[in-house]
């Protein structure tokens, strides 16, 4: 990727991201490309590389606001890495909690699709189960 310079449409076919995602890290200041003279966007090296350390990191669940510290201890050759892995276990932690939430909510839909007789008839327990609560 040396001396390579591109627009926005090169950058977007070169990281695999959409154009209107790589104008949106530009507004919140995740990527900051140089201007030419006609204004146009000019992606360099560093901006597709900060891209791509974007687009991987949201690829794992990463938020964007922990993309931006992410990006800031990337950028920080002082850093620490234990403010790294800090991040990684936050995440993992969060990933663990969502796991047992998805597979709780396997659990009840199971339940649910296995005590319905798919027939012709009216009388569905999932349909009353979702109706449960629902004022009249």
Same mark, same amino acid.
């Given at each position: ?21 790589? *104008? ?6 995740? %990527?900051?490309?140089? $201007?030419?003279?006609? +204004?146009?966007? @000019?992606?360099?090296p560093v901006d597709l590389h900060r891209?791509?350390?974007?687009? *991987?990191?949201r690829s794992l669940g990463f938020s %964007?606001?922990?993309? $931006?510290?992410?990006? +800031?201890?990337? @950028?920080?050759?002082?850093r620490a890495s234990s403010d790294v ?52």
């Amino acid at each position: 990727m040396k001396g390579i310079s591109m627009n926005i449409g090169e950058a977007s076919r070169a990281t695999g991201l959409p154009s209107k995602t790589i *104008r949106y890290y530009e507004e919140i200041k995740l %990527v900051i490309p140089a $201007r030419l003279e006609n +204004s146009y966007r @000019d992606y360099g090296p560093v901006d597709l590389h900060r891209l791509a350390f974007v687009q *991987r990191a949201r690829s794992l669940g990463f938020s %964007v606001d922990e993309c $931006r510290q992410l990006l +800031s201890l990337y @950028d920080d050759k002082a850093r620490a890495s234990s403010d790294v892995k800090k991040l990684a276990l936050e995440k993992l932690s969060e990933i663990d909690k969502k796991l047992i939430e998805l597979k709780s909510l396997r659990s009840t839909l199971n339940s649910l699709a296995n005590n319905c007789h798919g027939d012709d008839r009216p009388d569905c327990p999932i349909i009353e189960e979702f109706a449960k609560g629902i004022a009249k």
